[in-house]
C-alpha cells in the first residue's frame, strides 16, 4: 500500500506539470522553434555529409551527432504533421501543426526527465522523519525538478529540448548514487554527444569515476589505497567513452569532416557574451567597462569619437572590444574556467564524501564554467540549479544557498520573455514556484537555523522593484528610446552579484567543511 502511494503522489505530479505544460503550447516561442525547424529540414532532406555544411538558414547546425540523428528521427514523424515545414527553404515558417509537434515533441521527451528524477528521488537519504508526504524530502525533491520555473519556462515557452538533455544528466548522476558506475559514464558519454555544454561538468564525472571506480578501496584514514587501482575497469571506462565518440563522431571522421564538425560546435567569434547578458562575472565586467567609459567622457579622459557605438546602447553581442578594460579572449576564459574548477576538483580527489561530494563538485564545475565560461547562455544557470536541488533537501546549509541560486538564476530569466502576454505568466509561476521553495525548505529544517541571514533576505526582497522598475516605470521614461539595455543590464548585474555569492558561499562551505573518517571511507 505504501509502495502504491508514494507511485501515486509522483505521478500525480508527473501528470499536473505535463498538463500545464499543454496549456502552455499557445505561447510565444523565441527564434530557437525556428533553429529547431531547421535543423529537421537539414537532417530530413540532405545526407549525412552536408549536414554541417548547410547555411542557407543563419541558424546552422551547432549541436553534436547525436543531436543531429535525434531531429533525424524527429523529422520522420514531422512529415505526417506537415512536410512544408521540412522544406529547408521555408524559412521562419510555422504552421498550427508545425507548432504542435514541435511543442509535444518537447513535452513528449520529457518522459525521460520525469524517469530520472524519480531515480533521483530513490537515492535520496529518507532518515529525516515526517508524518506527512509533503514533508518529506522525496516530495520536495520531486517537486522541485519537475516543477522547476526555469526549466519550464525555457522549454515550454521559449522553446528548447533541455529536458530530456537533464533527464540524460540526472540520470547518470542517480546510476553513479546507486554504484553502477558503467551505467553512469555511459549515460554522461551519450550526453556529451547530444549537447558539448556539459563538457563543463566533465571534470566532476572523471574524478569521481577515477577516485570511486577505478580505485577500489581507501586506507582506514580515508586516504587512498594505491594498490586497489583496477586496470580492469579503467579500461571498460575506456571502452565506453571510446565506443561512445566513435558512434558519434566516426562517420564524419571517415568523411574528413572533424574540423567542420569542431567549428560549428566551437564558435568562438561569437563573442564573449550572449545576446542577453548571463548573469556572471562578465556581466560584471561589461558593466564596470561602461562605467568606466561614462566616467572617462565626462572628465575627457576619452576621446567620443573612438568609442564604439554599441559599446554604450546596446547589449553586447557576436565579438566585442572593450573601452577601457582590457578585452577578454577565448583563451582568457578559458584559463579563468580552469582554475575556478580547480579547487573543487582537488577536494573530490583529496576529501572524498562519495555521492554528496560528487554532486558538489558537479554544482560548482558548473557554476564556475557559468561564472568565466566564453559566450555563456544565461539559460545555462540550470545546470547548476537542478543538482542542486538534490543537495539542497538533505542539508540545511545547502537549501540556504540553493535559495539563493535559484531565485536569482531565475530571475535572470525574464529577459527571454518580453512580450507583454507572457509577463503575468511567468510572473506567477516565478511566485508559485519560489514560494513552494521557500515554505517546503523552510518546513523540511524547522528545527535548524534559519535558512538566510538578514542580508540576504534583503537582497532577494530587492528582486521586486528591479522587476517593477524594468517593467513599468522603465518603459514609462525618455531613456526606453536612448537607452533600451538599461534594464537588461540592470537585471544582469544584480543577478550576477547573487550568482557570485553563491558561488563563493558554497566554495567556502566545500573548502572548510570537516569529513569525519567514516565519511572519506565511504
Not at 241 to 247: P, T
Amino acid at each position: 500500500m505504501a509502495a502504491a502511494g508514494g507511485r501515486g503522489w509522483f505521478r500525480a505530479l508527473a501528470l499536473g506539470v505535463s498538463f500545464l505544460k499543454c496549456l502552455l503550447i499557445p505561447a510565444y516561442y523565441s527564434t530557437d522553434f525556428e533553429v529547431h525547424r531547421n535543423w529537421l529540414a537539414i537532417t530530413h532532406n540532405l545526407p549525412l555529409s552536408q549536414w554541417y555544411y548547410e547555411a542557407t538558414s543563419e541558424w546552422t547546425l551547432d549541436y553534436p551527432p547525436f543531436f543531429a540523428w535525434f531531429e533525424y528521427a524527429l523529422s520522420h514523424i514531422a512529415k505526417y504533421f506537415d512536410p512544408k515545414m521540412l522544406v529547408i527553404e521555408n524559412l521562419n515558417y510555422t504552421s498550427r501543426a508545425t507548432i504542435f509537434f514541435q511543442r509535444f515533441s518537447v513535452i513528449f521527451t520529457d518522459i525521460l526527465f520525469i524517469y530520472a528524477v524519480r531515480e533521483c528521488c530513490r537515492c535520496v537519504d529518507g532518515k529525516r522523519a515526517a508524518k506527512d508526504i509533503l514533508e518529506k524530502p522525496t516530495f520536495i525533491l520531486a517537486v522541485l525538478l519537475l516543477w522547476n520555473f526555469g526549466l519550464l519556462i525555457v522549454d515550454h515557452i521559449h522553446f528548447q529540448y533541455n529536458g530530456f538533455l537533464f533527464g540524460l544528466m540526472l540520470l547518470s548522476v542517480a546510476r553513479l548514487c546507486q554504484k553502477r558506475y558503467l551505467e553512469g559514464a555511459l549515460l554522461f558519454a551519450v550526453l556529451l554527444h547530444f549537447k558539448h555544454i556539459y563538457v563543463y561538468v566533465a571534470p566532476a564525472y572523471g574524478i569521481y569515476l577515477l577516485r570511486s571506480y577505478c580505485f577500489t578501496a581507501n586506507n582506514a584514514d580515508g586516504s587512498l589505497k594505491w594498490r586497489s587501482f583496477s586496470l580492469l575497469h579503467v579500461t571498460l571506462l575506456g571502452l565506453i567513452v571510446c565506443l561512445v565518440s566513435a558512434l558519434s563522431l566516426g562517420p564524419f571522421i571517415v568523411l574528413g569532416q572533424l574540423p567542420q564538425v569542431i567549428s560549428r560546435l566551437f564558435p568562438f567569434k561569437r563573442g564573449l557574451c550572449h545576446a542577453y547578458w548571463a548573469p556572471n562575472f562578465w556581466a560584471l565586467y561589461n558593466a564596470m567597462d561602461k562605467a568606466l567609459t561614462i566616467f572617462g567622457l565626462r572628465c575627457n579622459f576619452l576621446d567620443p569619437t573612438k568609442i564604439p557605438k554599441a559599446s554604450m546602447t546596446g547589449g553586447l553581442v557576436q565579438e566585442f572590444q572593450h573601452t577601457v578594460l582590457p578585452s577578454v579572449t577565448p583563451l582568457a576564459a578559458l584559463i579563468c574556467t580552469f582554475i575556478s574548477i580547480l579547487p573543487s576538483v582537488f577536494c573530490l580527489w583529496f576529501k572524498p564524501q562519495g555521492p554528496r561530494g560528487f554532486l558538489q563538485c558537479l554544482v560548482l564545475c558548473a557554476l564556475s564554467s557559468f561564472m568565466f565560461g566564453w559566450h555563456v547562455h544565461e539559460k545555462a544557470i540550470l545546470l547548476a540549479i537542478l543538482p542542486l536541488s538534490l543537495l539542497s533537501v538533505q542539508r540545511a546549509k545547502d537549501a540556504g544557498i540553493y535559495l539563493i541560486l535559484t531565485t536569482t538564476g531565475h530571475f535572470s530569466l525574464f529577459p527571454l520573455l518580453f512580450t507583454p502576454p507572457e509577463l503575468p505568466i511567468k510572473i506567477l509561476l516565478m511566485l508559485l514556484f519560489t514560494v513552494y521553495s521557500f515554505s517546503s525548505l523552510k518546513s523540511l529544517f524547522r528545527r535548524e537555523r534559519p535558512l538566510l541571514n538578514w542580508l540576504e533576505t534583503i537582497y532577494l526582497v530587492q528582486l521586486v522593484p528591479l522587476e517593477i522598475f524594468c517593467e513599468i516605470i522603465f518603459p514609462l521614461t525618455p531613456w526606453k528610446r536612448h537607452f533600451p539595455f538599461i534594464p537588461l543590464l540592470l537585471t544582469s548585474v544584480y543577478c550576477a552579484l547573487g550568482v557570485t555569492y553563491t558561488w563563493l558561499k558554497l566554495y567556502v562551505s566545500v573548502l572548510t567543511e570537516r569529513i569525519s573518517v567514516r565519511q572519506k571511507a565511504e
